[in-house]
């Protein structure tokens, strides 16, 4: 089974950029559909991107056109890319690998935005 651990959290002003990056272990990394997910303290966890197997993105229109999520299948990774970063996008920030029935989680990375 894939293990799932994020880096790249940390602090930044507003209208800085961050890159998160999720390393797996394990096998079939390919298979799994990645995702991005946040909660901010008080709310719910929410989707932010997600990557297919195959390429396919989709994103959260909060974040349309300022994060990118991309993974690279040989070296079973999965990042986004975050710019123009705002107060609102402070988070913890989860991995997630997803197939049929099969839900994995990392242990989360916090992304402070300061104004």
């Known amino acids: 089974q894939v293990q799932l651990v994020e880096s790249g959290g940390g602090l930044v002003q507003a209208g800085g950029s961050l890159r998160l990056s999720c390393a797996a272990s394990?096998?079939?990394?390919?298979?799994?559909?990645m995702g991005w997910y946040r909660q901010a303290p008080g709310k719910q966890r929410e989707l932010v991107a997600v990557?297919?197997?195959?390429?396919?993105?989709d994103y959260a229109d909060s974040v349309k056109g300022r994060f990118t999520i991309s993974r690279d299948n040989a070296k079973n990774t999965v990042s986004l890319q975050m710019k123009s970063l705002k107060p609102e996008d402070t988070a913890v920030y989860y991995c997630?690998?997803?197939?049929?029935?099969?839900?994995?989680w990392g242990q989360g990375t916090q992304v402070t935005v300061s104004s």
């Open positions: 394990g096998s079939f990394f390919s298979i799994y559909d």
């Open positions: 997630n690998a997803h197939w049929r029935v099969t839900n994995i």
């Open positions: 990557i297919a197997g195959g390429g396919v993105t």
